[in-house]
């Protein structure tokens, strides 16, 4: 009769074990929000030309990379971008640690309205490293198929200002 309750025992501590394991795996696999934000600032005349004036602020204690572009709403819509398309940004720029870029854009003529679009790609932590090492390794031993499961690569995030008009 005791070594039956003993297994009963062992299987529901190795299920808690396996739930608590999954759980972290779910919270710490999960992306987080970007801790990036763009503002648009105002109006200002930059290099000779009107321009819209906007900011890139970093939230983090980390310095980031991203890309920019203005982009002019033509024919009533914003420009769309085909999935695995090379985007058309600016990139290379740099924010340090709880600091603020500023970014421009020419003002149209036209009064089209405009609006400011930043990517973002965090750097990898630690944990995202072992990963990727993890599933290199296995895609060189032949396990290819899950080395893929095991690291998808990380997401980009797509910051978009609010419309400004003049």
Known sequence: MRYCSLRKQLFISTSCLIAALGLCWFVLARPRPCPLAVHFVGFTNYSGQRCAAFIVSNRSDIALEFAAMGEHKGQGQWPVYAVGTVMPHRSGLRVGPRQIHDLYTPVLASG???????????????????????????????????????????????????????
């Open 112 to 166: 089209t309205p405009m609006r400011m679009s930043v990517l973002c790609r965090e750097p990898w932590t630690q944990w995202e490293q072992r990963r990727w090492v993890w599933s290199v390794w296995l895609q060189d031993h032949n396990l290819g198929t899950v080395g893929r499961a095991d690291s998808t690569g990380k997401p980009c995030h797509v910051l978009l200002s609010q419309e400004v008009h003049e």
